[in-house]
């Protein structure tokens, strides 16, 4: 079904291939906190170790300021992977990322060595998708793989731009298992096919909204953006999070949905507070919100309401919680609907983000089918939006 090619149909035995990772992790007095990214991307980097490749590894690291930022070197992560790898890691921290010793260590790598290159925003012309930095990249590239998700709905010289000064340019085996879940759920999705969409901001989902009701059988709105479609119903929010400007959108999607055919769920009783805090849940009976108190997670009877959506659904696609489920007492909607997914025999596709975060901290993470390593590639995908990353690739020659 992928067009693209991935590693899978490439020759990478004792050739040079460059791979465009996600090691973008979180570092904290020089260790990496969390390995995630890390072990995301090993499948590739064990498959092309184990075909005798010279593997260079590329990746951003956070936003330096300046070229040689060392709060922004990816030294902590060369450490991670040279004992995740059982072989030293060929890393070279410098401002300038690639330079004379660079290219001879490079020069004198063996078959099945690895080597990583420093922060490739330390150099400004990675995000301005400069050629003459891309063309630096593709010097280590007879194949280059994409294997960062995370960076597809950006074209960076180290994503997009190398991709025009080299043979072949694949798909890892990451982006690949996004891929097939993140399309294959939106274009050939086994029916019924359920959107969950919360979060905070309507603004942020408008155009995720409209394509999704191309596509979905029934689509759940809560979270944050729900009270935007309450008060354009008539009902009472409180002080519920509220954006004026996109009321008429929701009307207009309240119409469009019943228009196609889709179920547009709301929510229809909250747990509320009167301070965004981890206060002592109050219940409303209805879809009404009390002068004061403000909506902060889903009750019990719309719990109720989406598990019964959910029930018989067969594709699910969830992006953004539906209450505050970084404040304890506000994660009980978040959570079932998480347990709801682990339940039922469905493809749950989790968009990244927010709701992987809630996933992973109920301990759910190994029960859904994908969780998407990248929120804002994945949100670009659910928009009907074409990744610049996944564009550059070389397509595949029967498809
Ligand atoms: P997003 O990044 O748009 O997916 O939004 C995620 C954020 O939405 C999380 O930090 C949640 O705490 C927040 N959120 C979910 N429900 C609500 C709510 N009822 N009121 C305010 N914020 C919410």
């Known amino acids: 079904m992928l067009k693209k090619k991935s590693l899978r149909d490439a020759v990478v035995a004792a050739k040079n291939v460059l791979v465009r990772v996600d090691f973008n992790v979180p570092i904290d007095q020089g260790k990496v906190t969390d390995v995630t990214r890390i072990d995301g991307a090993l499948p590739t980097i064990e498959y092309l170790v184990e075909a005798g490749a010279k593997t260079v590894l590329a ?21 991670v992977l040279s004992e995740k790898l059982g072989q030293e890691v060929l890393f070279f921290p410098k401002a300038s990322i690639v330079d004379d010793e660079v290219m001879q260590a490079w020069e004198d790598m063996k078959p099945g060595q690895v ?17 003459a930095l891309a063309k630096k990249f593709a010097a280590f590239a007879d194949v280059f793989v994409d294997d960062a998700f995370g960076t597809a709905h950006r074209a960076h010289a180290s994503n997009v731009g190398v991709t025009d000064y080299v043979e072949e340019a694949v798909a890892g085996f990451l982006v ?13 999705p086994k029916r019924p096919f359920v959107a969950i969409l919360g979060g905070a901001k309507v603004s942020d989902k408008i155009k995720v909204i409209k394509s999704l009701l191309d596509k979905v059988d029934k689509i759940i709105i809560s979270g944050g953006m729900a009270y ?29 949905a019943e228009e196609k055919g889709v179920e547009l769920i709301l929510p229809v009783d909250f747990a509320v507070s009167q301070e965004f805090a981890n206060t002592t849940p109050i219940m409303t009976d209805d879809e009404n919100i009390p002068a004061g108190m403000m909506g902060m ?21 969830w992006n953004g919680p539906v209450g505050v ?75």
């Open 115 to 131: 080597m990583l290159l420093e922060n490739t925003r330390y150099d400004e012309g990675e995000e301005k998708n400069d050629p």
């Open 228 to 256: 935007t479609f309450l008060k354009a119903k008539g009902y009472d929010i409180g002080t519920s999070l509220l954006e004026a400007d996109q009321m008429d959108f929701a009307r207009d999607m309240m119409a469009l």
């Open 297 to 317: 997670d889903i009750g019990p009877k719309s719990i109720e309401l989406f598990s019964r959506a959910l029930e018989d659904a067969k594709t699910v696609v």
């Open 59 to 79: 990746s951003h690291l956070g936003r330096p300021k300046q070229a040689g930022d060392p709060e922004f070197s990816l030294a902590p992560v060369a450490e």
């Open 176 to 188: 690949e298992k996004e891929l097939e879940f993140l399309d294959g759920a939106l274009e050939e």
């Open 325 to 399: 489920f970084e404040l304890p007492n506000y994660a009980t909607g978040t959570k079932a609907i998480a347990e709801k997914l682990a339940m039922i025999d469905a493809t749950t596709v989790i968009g990244g983000g927010d709701s992987a975060a809630a996933i992973t901290q109920f301990g759910l993470a190994d029960k859904m089918s994908h969780i998407s390593t990248g929120g804002g590639a994945s949100l670009k995908l659910l928009e009907g939006a074409k990744l610049p990353g996944i564009e550059a690739l070389s397509d595949k020659e029967n498809a």
